[in-house]
């Protein structure tokens, strides 16, 4: 059993910068792909950034290219989403998420496709 555990999140102004990580507790997740998703009360649940299991794929949303970067530290088995440029629509809680097939040659989108799930970070941005 994988259980994400985020960290990193708070309150930053428009135009500034967070990281958010997010490490397995239980067994490592290196075999999984590892997504980014963030939720308002008012929408689904919606996909923000993935890397593959390797790390030589990311996918993301187009509402954050270019301003959002993904990466993994396989060593240490975290991943982090690095957010610049945060907007007030940036508001949101962030869960991470781990694929639960393993080694997927791609990077889903999809939430079905991902078994585990962590309890979510606040992040607000906010002058």
């Known amino acids: 059993q994988v259980q994400p555990v985020e960290s990193g999140g708070g309150t930053v102004q428009p135009g500034g910068s967070l990281r958010l990580s997010c490490t397995p507790s239980g067994r490592t997740f290196n075999d999984a792909a590892v997504s980014w998703f963030r939720q308002v009360p008012w929408k689904e649940r919606e996909f923000v950034a993935g890397?593959?299991?390797?790390?030589?794929?990311?996918e993301y949303a187009d509402s954050v290219k270019g301003r959002f970067t993904i990466s993994r530290d396989r060593a240490k088995n975290v991943v982090y989403l690095q957010m610049s440029s945060l907007r007030p629509e940036d508001t949101a809680v962030y869960y991470c998420a781990a694929d639960s097939t393993y080694r997927r040659w791609s990077v889903s989108t999809e939430r079905a496709q991902y078994g585990y799930w962590g309890q979510g970070t606040q992040v607000t941005v906010s002058s």
């Open positions: 890397i593959k299991w390797s790390g030589e794929t990311t």
